[in-house]
């Protein structure tokens, strides 16, 4: 079951063409001047974008087959990370929600990229809406954990919300992971040590010699 999962995640992380293939129209990003150096990157490496700028565009331009929706969902979501390392946020949001729309919707990696840079920008519920997205068509515990993050640090969430994620990730990826350990970071602070403590229990139930949770273990008993 574990190995099924893991192949369909992957499958979905790549693109997913429901509802049939389709060629988004961002004709407006391959009109787009050059973008001028930003101060802070350095010459090599913006020549190097600037390398990759151009080759993408030209990969965009020469797709015209709906069957080739990988290549056009994966030149999207380059041309956004490109945009991204340039400073150039509001094309590079355009650039991953084309690869989104080249994979019906559903290209996790391009909705990640997409919520990860409206974090870095401060747009923090257009970031929770990118995650949720995510969480609503494939299993990704990325997405669980920068969304529990988000609720609790920037977007004022519930107990109850805040919990949901984490417990959903749980559920979902076990106890051996980013959100896992956030969420007994997260417990500790609320109060709720005896569901910390039937977490880490848990844990070790499944893997008695883990040295992260015995480490916890030790220190919860020191309280």
Same mark, same amino acid.
């Given at each position: 079951?574990?190995?099924?999962?893991?192949?369909?995640?992957?499958?979905?992380?790549?693109?997913?063409?429901?509802?049939? $293939?389709?060629? $988004?129209?961002?004709?407006?990003?391959?009109?787009?001047?050059?973008?001028?150096? $930003?101060?802070?990157? $350095?010459?090599?490496?913006?020549?190097?974008?600037?390398?990759?700028?151009?080759?993408?565009?030209?990969? %965009?331009?020469?797709?015209?087959?709906?069957?080739?929706?990988?290549? %056009?969902?994966?030149?999207?979501?380059?041309? /956004?990370?490109?945009?991204?390392?340039?400073?150039?946020?509001?094309?590079? %949001?355009?650039?991953?929600?084309?690869?989104?729309?080249?994979?019906?919707?559903?290209?996790?990696?391009?909705?990640?990229?997409? /919520?990860?840079?409206?974090?870095?920008?401060?747009?923090?519920?257009?970031?929770?809406?990118?995650?949720?997205? %995510?969480?609503?068509?494939?299993?990704?515990?990325?997405?669980?954990?920068?969304?529990?993050?988000?609720?609790?640090?920037?977007?004022? /969430?519930?107990?109850?919300?805040?919990?949901?994620?984490?417990?959903?990730?749980?559920?979902?990826?076990?106890?051996?992971?980013?959100?896992?350990?956030?969420?007994?970071?997260?417990?500790?602070?609320?109060?709720?040590?005896?569901?910390?403590?039937?977490?880490?229990?848990?844990?070790?139930?499944?893997?008695?010699?883990?040295?992260?949770?015995?480490?916890?273990?030790?220190?919860?008993?020191?309280?």
């Amino acid at each position: 079951m574990k190995k099924i999962l893991i192949t369909l995640s992957i499958a979905l992380l790549m693109f997913t063409a429901c509802g049939g $293939p389709n060629l $988004p129209d961002i004709t407006v990003l391959l009109e787009e001047p050059i973008p001028s150096r $930003p101060a802070e990157i $350095p010459e090599a490496y913006y020549e190097t974008l600037i390398t990759r700028l151009e080759d993408t565009r030209e990969t %965009i331009k020469t797709v015209t087959d709906p069957s080739e929706i990988e290549t %056009i969902y994966t030149a999207y979501l380059d041309l /956004g990370n490109i945009y991204r390392d340039l400073n150039e946020n509001e094309k590079a %949001i355009t650039g991953y929600e084309k690869a989104i729309e080249a994979g019906g919707g559903r290209g996790l990696a391009a909705w990640l990229s997409k /919520g990860a840079l409206l974090e870095r920008i401060g747009e923090y519920k257009e970031a929770e809406k990118a995650y949720r997205e %995510i969480i609503s068509v494939g299993a990704n515990e990325q997405a669980h954990f920068r969304l529990a993050l988000l609720l609790r640090q920037h977007t004022n /969430g519930s107990e109850s919300e805040i919990r949901e994620v984490y417990e959903n990730s749980l559920t979902l990826f076990g106890y051996f992971t980013n959100s896992a350990q956030d969420y007994l970071i997260y417990l500790v602070e609320i109060g709720d040590t005896a569901r910390a403590d039937e977490i880490v229990d848990a844990a070790l139930e499944r893997d008695p010699s883990n040295e992260g949770y015995l480490k916890i273990k030790e220190s919860y008993d020191n309280l």
